[in-house]
């Protein structure tokens, strides 16, 4: 479990990619305090398990769903990467509950400065639209972002100046993608009020039923 307040930015060493899975080494100082191999790192706001250490960085395999479902296979060496620590039990929450489990990418359409601020504009499909609402969060690339705005095609975020420079977001191009989570609060309320299929009974007319009544 994280909170979408990113600690470090790091820099991939490298991604070995195999056919439909890869390898990722990522420098970092920060997050590898009190980090141990099997301990959860969120890296551009994917939950991976860190398998090999040293005291400058961390390798975690990356699955075929993870690659399937995030941008992390466009990482190249020397990409900056956000990451964070899964959050500690006696921690302040400043963000929003993230899992680390990525909904799926969206695209950026738009940077826009307003003041000390800049707007991103992401495009995303209608799976991930569905569960945003304006003013609620949302996490792109593992950073802990509030919805400005939305409607058919997208939504907007507004980033202040420090999350913009703790963080790769306005380090992004229009055109790049970036990995997206929905609020775990809005899948579970969907999933909820979704009809479910009725589960059939097994039936209780059998030949040993029809027999003690009389009908064999």
């Given at each position: 479990?994280?909170?979408?307040?990113?600690?470090?930015?790091?820099?991939?060493?490298?991604?070995?990619?195999?056919?439909?899975?890869?390898?990722?080494?990522?420098?970092?100082?920060?997050?590898?305090?009190?980090?141990?191999?099997?301990?959860?790192?969120?890296?551009?706001?994917?939950?991976?398990?860190?398998?090999?250490?040293?005291?400058?960085?961390?390798?975690?395999?990356?699955?075929?769903?993870?690659?399937?479902?995030?941008?992390?296979?466009?990482l190249?060496?020397?990409?900056?990467?956000?990451?964070?620590?899964?959050?500690?039990?006696?921690?302040?929450?400043?963000?929003?509950?993230?899992?680390?489990?990525?909904?799926g990418?969206?695209?950026?359409?738009?940077?826009?400065?307003?003041?000390?601020?800049?707007?991103?504009?992401?495009?995303?499909?209608s799976?991930?639209?569905?569960?945003?609402?304006?003013?609620?969060?949302?996490?792109?690339?593992?950073?802990?972002?509030?919805?400005?705005?939305?409607?058919?095609?997208?939504?907007?975020?507004?980033?202040?100046?420090?999350?913009?420079?703790?963080?790769?977001?306005?380090?992004?191009?229009?055109?790049?993608?970036?990995n997206?989570?929905?609020?775990?609060?809005?899948?579970?309320?969907?999933?909820?009020?979704?009809?479910?299929?009725?589960?059939?009974?097994?039936?209780?007319?059998t030949?040993?039923?029809?027999?003690?009544?009389?009908f064999?």
């Amino acid at each position: 479990m994280f909170t979408g307040i990113i600690e470090e930015l790091g820099t991939v060493r490298s991604l070995i990619s195999g056919s439909r899975s890869g390898k990722l080494t990522i420098s970092a100082e920060t997050v590898l305090e009190g980090t141990r191999i099997g301990d959860s790192i969120a890296v551009n706001g994917v939950c991976l398990t860190v398998t090999e250490m040293t005291g400058s960085s961390f390798t975690a395999d990356v699955m075929p769903e993870t690659l399937s479902r995030s941008a992390l296979g466009s990482l190249t060496s020397g990409s900056r990467v956000n990451l964070e620590r899964a959050m500690p039990a006696d921690g302040r929450f400043g963000g929003h509950i993230v899992s680390g489990h990525i909904d799926g990418t969206g695209t950026i359409t738009a940077l826009r400065r307003d003041e000390n601020a800049v707007w991103v504009t992401i495009a995303a499909d209608s799976r991930i639209l569905q569960l945003i609402v304006e003013k609620g969060s949302i996490a792109i690339d593992g950073i802990s972002l509030t919805v400005a705005a939305l409607n058919s095609t997208g939504f907007s975020v507004s980033v202040i100046p420090h999350t913009g420079s703790r963080t790769t977001l306005l380090l992004k191009q229009v055109g790049e993608q970036v990995n997206l989570e929905n609020d775990i609060l809005g899948k579970y309320i969907k999933r909820l009020l979704q009809p479910q299929p009725q589960e059939t009974a097994p039936s209780r007319i059998t030949e040993a039923f029809l027999a003690e009544h009389g009908f064999l």
